[in-house]
């Protein structure tokens, strides 16, 4: 199914997911088992992420420096179809900008149509200082918008070059939204813009960054409807599990965390105190987005699924 009509389904809560393919060495069986231990809470669907390779540079004996290309993660793709394949829930696959060609993003595309899976996340990604070479044969997607669009285009059976008897693609695209505004927007306001740019280019949905305030993101989608943007905006959360995070959050992915929040943190002796809190503060996220009218939840998972767990079991009771 695609998500948008999983997001239609008339349900009290559903809650979806975004976990992080392991590192190369790692092994399947670390993800599967976050997605086994989630289950049973019957998630809509879970998004995959994806990252590109990455560049470092390692200083030569002559004092010359030697740039090196690092992939950092295994494919998506495979993931997803694991996923799909074992315990029958739809996936979201990242599809990012950086790092990928046009062309690249095209046999992705393909091989998603092969598998079944119709749902992808289309991003900019992050800038990790590589970019693969581009010449007259091969192109690229700068923004987010032109991932949209090509996707667009292979939905009605247009692609980058003339194919036999090419059929059309039936992909469901979400796109990310930013509460707090996105980084190297210069206001909110442009920003919102863009983002209605985006849903008129063809995207079908929007998943929100991680918020520790429910008024900014309340605030984001009554901005979002004032400019015409009637896609679903899904709220996503992520909760706060130890001191560390409380300037890693806010460095990575440029959002402000609560006076109240981080000080009640900054207070706990241990992180497992700091999790009860990053817990229960998420638990009255929730209520409170619930209470919005806000029945789809999703959560950002890094390493370890108990505490969304712990969490999504008091939110099943209350519901």
């Known amino acids: 199914m695609k998500v948008v009509d999983l997001l239609a389904r008339n349900e009290d809560l559903q809650v979806s997911y975004e976990i992080v393919p392991p590192k190369r060495g790692s092994s399947l069986s670390e993800i599967l088992e976050i997605i086994d231990a989630l289950k049973e809470f019957d998630p809509p669907f879970v998004d995959v992420t994806s990252h590109g390779a990455q560049v470092y540079y390692e200083e030569q004996s002559d004092g010359s420096w030697r740039r090196h290309i690092k992939r950092k993660r295994p494919g998506t793709l495979g993931m997803c ?20 060609t046009r062309e690249e993003s095209e046999d992705a595309l393909i091989e998603l ?29 700068e923004y987010a918008i032109d991932l949209v669009r090509q996707i667009h285009d292979m939905n009605h059976g247009r692609y980058l070059e003339e194919l036999i008897d090419a059929a059309p693609t039936d992909f469901c695209v979400g796109v990310a939204g930013y509460p707090e ?11 919102i813009l863009n983002l209605k740019r985006k849903v008129d280019a063809g995207a079908d949905y929007i998943t929100s960054q991680m918020f520790y305030d429910n008024d900014s993101f309340l605030g984001f989608v009554e901005r979002c409807r004032d400019v015409g943007i009637t896609v679903p905006i899904i709220p996503g959360l992520k909760i706060l599990t130890n001191k560390r995070q409380l300037q890693a959050l806010p460095a990575k992915f440029h959002l402000e965390i609560p006076e109240a929040l981080a000080a009640e943190c900054e207070a706990a002796k241990t992180d497992a105190q700091v999790a009860e809190i990053g817990i229960e503060w998420a638990r009255k996220q929730c209520e409170g987005l619930m209470d919005a009218g806000f029945n789809h939840l999703h959560f950002y998972i890094i390493q370890t699924p108990n505490h969304v767990r712990k969490l999504v079991e008091s939110l099943r009771k209350m519901a």
């Open 81 to 100: 179809a694991a996923i799909k394949g074992r315990f029958g829930i739809e996936t979201v696959p990242h599809l990012l900008c950086q790092g990928f």
């Open 113 to 141: 149509n092969y598998l079944g899976i119709h749902n992808v996340m289309a991003l900019r990604g992050d800038d990790t200082g590589f970019q693969k070479p581009i010449s007259v044969d091969r192109t690229r997607n």
């Open 181 to 191: 505004k996105h980084f190297e927007a210069p206001n909110i306001t442009w920003d």
